[in-house]
């Protein structure tokens, strides 16, 4: 079957357009709920989140990006992932990045000690516009 006909069957997300007409108020009202900023009232503040929670609404990180400017995405290559030091390595830095850098998603990628894989997996990082890029292994 064509991935166009799966495509119809599948609902759209909702949007964050769907959460204000269901909460009432505008799309900037609920962006601005989103941030968590102060400037909502109570009473506002509590519709967007019962919207939220109706429409199962959850925020899009891609369209973020594309406002931001920011990927959200953390780089790391490695030479050989099934090394302990490389391993280990990788543990420590994604643990790290999850409890100091809020919306930073580290992605790894492995370069099976292969040079143009490694160089192709840098390129595709640099094309995502990664936040940062760590590049681990002797070919490296």
């Not at 006909?5 to 269901?22: G, K, L, Y």
């Not at 406002?67 to 543990?91: E, Q, W």
């Not at 840098?122 to 940062?132: D, P, S, V």
């Amino acid at each position: 079957m064509p991935d166009d006909a799966n495509a119809e069957q599948r609902p759209r997300p909702p949007t964050i357009r769907d959460v204000a007409e269901r909460a009432g108020v505008s799309k900037s009202l609920v962006s601005l709920v989103l941030r968590s900023s102060p400037k909502v009232s109570d009473k506002s503040r509590r519709a967007v989140d019962e919207a939220i929670e109706e429409l199962g609404y959850r925020p899009s990180a891609m369209a973020r990006s594309l406002v931001s400017r920011h990927s959200g995405v953390g780089g790391m290559i490695t030479s050989n992932a099934h090394d302990v030091f490389y391993a280990d390595v990788v543990a420590g830095v994604s643990s790290y990045v999850n409890e100091h850098s809020e919306g930073i998603v580290p992605l790894i990628l492995h370069g099976n000690n292969n040079v143009e894989e490694e160089m192709l997996a840098a390129r595709r990082f640099l094309e995502l516009r990664a936040e940062w890029l760590m590049l681990m292994g002797s070919a490296l």
